[in-house]
T-cell receptor
Framework: GAGVSQSPSNKVTEKGKDVELRCDPISGHTALYWYRQSLGQGLEFLIYFQGNSAPDKSGLPSDRFSAERTGGSVSTLTIQRTQQEDSAVYLC????????????FGPGTRLTVT | GESVGLHLPTLSVQEGDNSIINCAYSNSASDYFIWYKQESGKGPQFIIDIRSNMDKRQGQRVTVLLNKTVKHLSLQIAATQPGDSAVYFCAESYGQNFVFGPGTRLSVLP
């Protein structure tokens, strides 16, 4: 079946501009995670959605970052006034349930801020 | 804070040999562990998981070992193949949180 999809696959933006990254999780998965991966580094947790519960935003690095999940499915990660240090691969993952189940990752969006 | 792994080491193995990738975790409350494989330009791919009530679990050509006494996790790959070349991440879960290590790069030599 279809996996997690993300768009765009690559995004180049100028410093100070806003960007929106999209994630389409696997149908029926109630948990959705956003991570950031800098070059050669591990995954940095950003935000987590579980069903209709309030999201866990504890990993968002600044108030320039926000995310929403509409209808319990598609999620959008928004970065306002982008900075060069925001350059990274942004990965989305979904899971049939939170915590003790494996996450299925999308291919990621590579963001480059010039 | 909790941490899983500290560095991004590189492991080079000869094709056909067995590989062992290690991971240290620090949160003794973690009760679920996963290994992921990430190939260049792709998202992490689930390999195998283990719950804290087990100390060993086997899959196809892979085995995960969990030693809760020393908070250590390992991934063993039998008869390593060129297609196994990738970065391998361990992750620990406690409650609803996942913490990923920085990964280990596995290079398979011909």
């Amino acid at each position: 079946g279809a996996g997690v999809s993300q768009s765009p696959s690559n995004k180049v933006t100028e410093k100070g501009k806003d960007v929106e990254l999209r994630c389409d999780p696997i149908s029926g998965h109630t948990a959705l995670y956003w991570y950031r991966q800098s070059l050669g580094q591990g995954l940095e947790f950003l935000i987590y959605f579980q069903g209709n519960s309030a999201p866990d935003k504890s990993g968002l690095p600044s108030d320039r970052f926000s995310a929403e999940r509409t209808g319990g499915s598609v999620s959008t990660l928004t970065i306002q006034r982008t900075q060069q240090e925001d350059s990274a691969v942004y990965l989305c993952a979904s899971s049939p349930w939170a915590g003790r189940y494996e996450q299925y990752f999308g291919p990621g969006t590579r963001l480059t801020v010039t | 804070g909790e941490s899983v792994g500290l560095h991004l080491p590189t492991l080079s193995v000869q094709e056909g040999d067995n590989s062992i990738i290690n991971c240290a975790y620090s949160n003794s409350a973690s009760d679920y562990f996963i290994w992921y494989k990430q190939e260049s330009g792709k998202g992490p791919q689930f390999i195998i998981d283990i719950r804290s009530n087990m100390d060993k679990r086997q899959g196809q050509r892979v085995t995960v070992l969990l030693n809760k006494t020393v908070k250590h996790l390992s991934l063993q790959i039998a008869a390593t193949q060129p297609g196994d070349s990738a970065v391998y991440f361990c992750a620990e879960s406690y409650g609803q949180n996942f913490v990923f290590g920085p990964g280990t790069r596995l290079s398979v030599l011909p």
